[in-house]
T-cell receptor, first 115, second 113 residues
Framework: GAGVSQSPRYKVAKRGQDVALRCDPI?????LFWYQQALGQGPEFLTYFQNEAQLDKSGLPSDRFFAERPEGSVSTLKIQRTQQEDSAVYLC?????????????FGDGTRLSIL | GENVEQHPSTLSVQEGDSAVIKCTYSDSASNYFPWYKQELGKRPQLIID?????GEKKDQRIAVTLNKTAKHFSLHITETQPEDSAVYFC????????????FGSGTRLLVRP
């Protein structure tokens, strides 16, 4: 079956522009996560959704970052007034429902470059 | 909050030898420990995971061990092959309201033919 799909794969924006990154999770996966991966580093947690509810946004670095998942499926990560330090790969992961931690399956990510 | 440390940062082995990567975590409430393999420009791929009620898990050439008392877990790859070359990340997760993964800093494994 199809895995987690992210678009665009690459995004170049000028400093100060707004960007929107999309994630299509695996069908039936209720949990969706966004991570930020800087070059040469491990992914860092940004935010978590269970269905349409955003249950944890403690990792969002500033109020310029906003995520939504209005119908409990596709999610969008929006970054307003981008800055150079926002340059990174943004990874989306989804996991199936369950009473305990379930394996998270990642997409290929969006590589964001801010000029 | 949880903190995960990973060692070594780079590891070079001869094809056929074993490779061991070690991680320590800080929060004793962590109960789920996955390992991911990431090739250059590709997505992290889950290769094996272990839960806190298990001490060891094996899948063909890959095994993971967990020592809850010492709060460390290790990835063991036997009979390494050139296609095992990649960056490997360990992670830890709490069974709280988030299930978020806290990742180590990664180990770049090079398997020399």
């Amino acid at each position: 079956g199809a895995g987690v799909s992210q678009s665009p794969r690459y995004k170049v924006a000028k400093r100060g522009q707004d960007v929107a990154l999309r994630c299509d999770p695996i069908s039936g996966h209720v949990s969706l996560f966004w991570y930020q991966q800087a070059l040469g580093q491990g992914p860092e947690f940004l935010t978590y959704f269970q269905n349409e509810a955003q249950l944890d946004k403690s990792g969002l670095p500033s109020d310029r970052f906003f995520a939504e998942r209005p119908e409990g499926s596709v999610s969008t990560l929006k970054i307003q007034r981008t800055q150079q330090e926002d340059s990174a790969v943004y990874l989306c992961a989804s996991s199936p429902p369950g009473q305990v931690n379930q394996p998270q399956h990642f997409g290929d990510g969006t590589r964001l470059s801010i000029l | 909050g949880e903190n995960v440390e990973q060692h070594p940062s780079t590891l070079s082995v001869q094809e056929g030898d074993s490779a061991v990567i070690k991680c320590t975590y800080s929060d004793s409430a962590s109960n789920y420990f996955p390992w991911y393999k990431q090739e250059l420009g590709k997505r992290p791929q889950l290769i094996i995971d272990i839960r806190s009620n298990v001490g060891e898990k094996k899948d063909q050439r890959i095994a993971v061990t967990l020592n809850k008392t010492a709060k460390h877990f290790s990835l063991h790859i036997t009979e390494t092959q050139p296609e095992d070359s990649a960056v490997y990340f360990c992670a830890a997760s709490l069974m709280d309201s988030s299930y978020k993964l806290i990742f180590g800093s990664g180990t770049r494994l090079l398997v020399r033919p």
